[in-house]
């Protein structure tokens, strides 16, 4: 089973729109890491932010805001008033206990397409 | 401060070929990484290294597949006997390495190309 599911394979809109990129995870710990990366097209990947299972506080940063749901194992990622500049494919990731928490399982990824 | 850097690349060699692929991490930090991502999918896990030791090698595919880390810094992985199944982007990341969980941060990878 997968573990981390990004079940949007792309998504298209146009500046200025808001959008939701969707995350579920399966773990069988209580204790794990959820993290979100950023790849331009450059093909670097960009940290975006790491939650740990214990804080579900939502999450702003400027346009960026990020909502953790433990009840449905989920971890959405919103950017709103989006721009050209924020085209990229992005991933999220599951880091958990009983790997030492040293192994990072990735979701396929999201592409998104910005136009102007 | 200077992120991750990895060298070549880009390489392209021939099946049966062998190739090296180095990777020098954040300046201090201890926790080492290597990720393979083939086209349209996510980086997955080969191997983790904990100061100059191998501590998870599970991700590593088989035994063509090797990476040292001698010195607790620069990292070499090296595929023996190229196939084109190896054909991907390998990416190397690195952490603080003093606790669990921390953020892993990527280099920008080496395109490997197997002819």
């Known amino acids: 089973a997968q573990k981390v599911t990004q079940a949007q394979t792309e998504i298209s809109v146009v500046e200025k729109e808001d959008v939701t990129l969707d995350c579920v995870y399966e773990?069988?710990?209580?204790?794990?890491?959820l993290f979100w990366y950023k790849q331009p097209p450059s093909g670097e990947l960009v940290f975006l932010i790491r939650?740990?299972?214990?804080?579900?506080q939502n999450e702003i940063s400027g346009r960026y805001s990020w909502n953790f749901q433990k009840s449905t194992s989920s971890f959405n990622f919103t950017i709103t008033a989006s721009q050209v500049v924020d085209s990229a494919v992005y991933f999220c990731?599951?880091?958990?206990?009983?790997?030492?928490?040293?192994?990072?399982?990735f979701g396929t990824g999201t592409r998104l397409l910005v136009s102007p | 401060g200077a992120g991750v850097s990895q060298t070549p690349s880009n390489k392209v060699t021939e099946k049966g070929k062998y190739v090296e692929l180095r990777c020098d991490p954040i300046?201090?930090?201890?926790?080492l990484y290597w990720y393979r991502q083939s086209l349209g999918q996510g980086p997955e896990f080969l191997i983790y290294?904990?100061?100059?030791?191998?501590?998870?090698d599970s991700g590593l595919p088989n035994d063509r597949f090797f990476a040292v880390r001698p010195e607790g810094s620069v990292s070499t992985l090296k595929i023996q006997r190229t196939e084109r199944g190896d054909s991907a982007v390998y990416l190397c990341?690195?952490?603080?390495?003093?606790?669990?969980?921390?953020?892993?941060?990527f280099g920008p990878g080496t395109r490997l190309l197997v002819l």
């Open positions: 990731a599951l880091s958990e206990r009983h790997t030492g928490f040293q192994k990072l399982v």
């Open positions: 300046s201090g930090h201890t926790a």
């Open positions: 990341a690195s952490s603080l390495g003093t606790t669990g969980g921390e953020t892993q941060y």
């Open positions: 773990t069988r710990d209580t204790t794990y890491y």
């Open positions: 290294f904990q100061g100059t030791g191998a501590a998870d």
């Open positions: 939650r740990n299972s214990f804080d579900e």
